[in-house]
């Protein structure tokens, strides 16, 4: 649901949860999931996955991942990720999902309609469909809730060092409202900056040719 309940789409999702431990006590536990996002607005679907090992017993960084791939029909091309996630939990059971310097995703890339996301244990998650490797990128970043409106602070850096791009963003503020940036990293060049509201509306402008378009419903399947 979007942020005046109306609809904005349908995930619908597979998955497994183990717990480990005796009658008494719960010491860890496994959860792993798949899914479909399918936005109402005719936007591309987007498969999904996240897959986590929590130590019950102990607070802190617990280790987590994320996956995702998205058909491209403008670019005749489907994206896919896989991307070390890290959960903080906290005493009072707050948690924030954040990436840990160093860590990095794969990046992979194939033909439209030709990647999903698999897993090919219960608790492990990888890209199918014959994806060819494109590259790693090097992530940093955190977001106070695993939300598709999460509140600020919020800000991701993504760097592809092998294609000298980089992606930042950051949600600051009482009104939520994001910031984008795309940038040429070998000449420090900005290509294009976004900005929304917390609805995800807003618009993007394209650097060298000075044109914007409009930008709406800016969520999962965007």
Known sequence: MGLKA???????????????????????IKSSGVGVYTPRNGAAKVDLGLSCSLDVLTLGPQPCVGAIVQNFPS????????????????SD??????NTP??????????????????PTAFTLTI???AANYGTTSVKGSASQYDVFPPPPVSWIVKDDGHHAEFSLAVTGPAGNSRA??????????????????SGTGSI????TGKHFAVSNWLLAD
């Open 6 to 28: 109306q609809k904005v789409g349908t995930l619908k999702i597979s998955g497994v949860i183990e717990f480990v431990g005796n009658t008494q006590t719960v010491t860890s």
């Open 75 to 90: 670019l005749n091309i489907a994206l896919g990720s896989v991307t070390p996630i890290t959960l903080n939990q906290a």
């Open 93 to 98: 059971g707050s948690f924030t999902f954040a």
């Open 102 to 119: 160093g860590q990095s995703s794969t990046l992979v890339t194939g033909p439209l309609n030709s990647l999903s996301v698999v897993q």
């Open 128 to 130: 199918g469909g014959g």
């Open 181 to 198: 940036t795309v940038t040429d990293t070998a000449n420090g060049t900005t290509l294009a900056t976004l900005l929304v509201d917390k």
């Open 205 to 208: 402008t394209y650097t060298a």
